[in-house]
């Protein structure tokens, strides 16, 4: 089964980095969409940066520009490079890999644990 690991996460002052990592076991990285992911309390899962096989990117509008979605094929691992941090980017952050279904792509395995980023002064 796949194993997903998230690390990384802080609390942080607004306009500060982070940078958040995706430990993955049971499947490459490389060879397959991957994606991060943020929950808050009441709200649904929002997908946020995926990078396909092909090592395409693609951002939601919230965060374009501010962050950044890379992997590294030979630790197997996805990293979410998070600049300019807003106190609305505050949640728990996570990482799965992706399948398009339609024009849409889904989460493909269980949940790992995530990592919880706050952003506050």
């Known amino acids: 089964q796949v194993q997903l690991v998230e690390s990384g996460g802080n609390s942080v002052q607004p306009g500060g980095s982070l940078r958040l990592s995706c430990a993955v076991r049971?499947?490459?990285?490389?060879?397959?969409?991957m994606g991060w992911y943020r929950q808050t309390p009441g709200k649904q899962r929002e997908l946020l940066a995926r990078i396909t096989s092909g090592g395409i990117t693609v951002y939601a509008d919230s965060v374009r520009g501010r962050f950044t979605i890379t992997r590294d094929n030979t630790k197997n691992t996805v990293y979410l490079q998070m600049n300019s941090l807003k106190p609305e980017d505050t949640a728990v952050y996570y990482c799965?890999?992706?399948?398009?279904?339609?024009?849409?792509?889904?989460?493909?395995?269980?949940w790992g644990q995530g990592t919880q980023v706050t952003v506050s002064s």
């Open positions: 799965n890999g992706l399948n398009k279904r339609g024009n849409l792509w889904y989460p493909d395995h269980s």
């Open positions: 049971g499947i490459s990285v490389g060879s397959n969409a």
